[in-house]
């Protein structure tokens, strides 16, 4: 199992450096990171530049165990915060036009995936004994809540499978036959899932079988997306798949038996 934990905590360490690595190449935030407002989030400059090497740095870190605790816990802290204060004004006030919508969420969803998965990282790793500031007891506090928000999101994603079917259904191969049904099919299992996860409802088999769902579609559908158009909305395939990536290793880190800031799952 602790195998299992470290292939998970690789993908996501990989998803986070390649979103720093993307935002260096093409000099502007991802809007999954941060939305297109204030003003001067349309010429970032040299934030973009900063907040990627951040980003990089923080992927290695989670990949190498450096620093791997705190900065786990850190990136969580931030993310999350990013979502509150970021995404959900621009939501609710700068841009309301649509917002009952499920689809328009998809950004801060995946933000709050990732916090989310940042802070089932952050569980991962022994709790250091010695000295801590409060900063980090108070972001240990949140490391239970990491299954939470990124189940939030696969739930959200699962309902968004029976909301846009056509435009799932086309993400489907062509020569995979079914395409709706496989759509509705990834639906239910995402929403099941999600929901299983949070309650604890056979952890580790339950978010098993999640993680090598959506491994699945990183493989089969996100990969060859990427190779046939890595450049198209400034490298949004790639990306795309590097979250795919990040979800299934979340997903198989739960599986390895981390349910919060020590516990090892005593169920399924």
């Avoid at 972001?139 to 939470?148: C, D, M």
Wanted: a positive charge; proline letters at 4%; one cysteine or more.
């Amino acid at each position: 199992m602790d195998r299992l934990s470290k292939i998970g905590r690789l993908f996501y360490g990989l998803c986070i450096a390649i979103f720093g690595i993307n935002q260096m190449v093409f000099a502007d935030f991802r809007n999954v990171i941060l939305p297109p407002w204030p003003s001067w989030r349309a010429s970032p400059g040299i934030w973009a530049y900063l907040a990627g090497a951040v980003l990089i740095g923080a992927g290695i870190a989670i990949i190498l165990d450096k620093k791997r605790r705190v900065v786990a816990l850190v990136l969580g802290g931030v993310l999350l915060a990013l979502v509150v204060f970021w995404h959900l004004p621009y939501m609710l006030f700068v841009f309301p036009h649509h917002l009952w919508h499920l689809g328009v969420w998809t950004d801060a969803g995946k933000e709050m995936a990732l916090a989310g998965g940042a802070f089932v990282v952050a569980g991962s790793f022994p709790n250091e004994k010695g000295n801590k500031s409060s900063l980090v007891k108070a972001l240990e506090t949140l490391v239970p809540l990491g299954r939470v928000l990124f189940s939030i999101t696969m739930i959200a994603f699962g309902i968004d499978h029976f909301l846009y079917t056509d435009f799932v259904a086309h993400l489907v191969p062509r020569w995979i036959p079914g395409s709706i049904f496989w759509t509705y099919f990834s639906g239910v299992a995402l929403i099941g899932s999600g929901i299983a996860i949070i309650f604890k409802i056979k952890l580790r088999v339950v978010a098993l079988l999640q993680g090598t769902m959506i491994f699945l579609w990183f493989i089969l559908l996100h990969v060859p997306h990427a190779i046939a158009n890595p450049d198209v909305g400034k490298g949004n395939e790639i990306v795309s798949a590097a979250d795919a990536l990040a979800f299934s290793g979340i997903a198989f880190i739960l599986a390895s038996g981390i349910v919060g800031t020590d516990e090892r799952t005593k169920t399924g």
